[in-house]
Nanobody
Framework: VQLQASGGGLVQAGGSLRLSCAAS????????MGWYRQAPGKERELVAT???????WYADSVKGRFTISRRNYETTMHMQMDSLKPEDTAVYYC???????????????????WGQGTLVTVSS
């Protein structure tokens, strides 16, 4: 798996979860990483992003409740989700927009890499 997402689970409304996304070891750098989510019957939506330099962006629906983090220029990111609501229930996917990968000593840029998703369920 190129991007490994983890940390999903079942939590009551008002509770917290921490998601993590780690890139495989042959990925040496990633520009912007982000989290998307897809609820049943709905389109995938962007939740938060963080640049390699640490600049973060949040969707209005999660602003003030979710915190995305990443050490500068690293290929692992986290998202602390607090004050969770039932409407946050979805499969959460991590995403990398542009990355540099080395395979057999040959490096190349790639774009638009997705993780496998982790399910977050918030009960009321």
């Amino acid at each position: 798996v190129q991007l490994q997402a983890s940390g999903g689970g079942l939590v009551q409304a008002g509770g917290s979860l921490r998601l993590s996304c780690a890139a495989s070891s042959n990925i040496q750098s990633i520009d912007t990483m982000g989290w998307y989510r897809q609820a049943p019957g709905k389109e995938r939506e962007l939740v938060a992003t963080i640049s390699s330099g640490g600049s973060a962006w949040y969707a209005d629906s999660v602003k003030g409740r979710f915190t995305i983090s990443r050490r500068n220029y690293e290929t692992t990111m986290h998202m602390q989700m607090d004050s969770l609501k039932p409407e946050d229930t979805a499969v959460y996917y991590c995403h990398a927009d542009r990355l540099f990968r080395v395979i057999n000593a040959v490096g190349a840029f790639e774009t638009d890499l997705w993780g496998q998703g982790t399910l977050v369920t918030v009960s009321s």
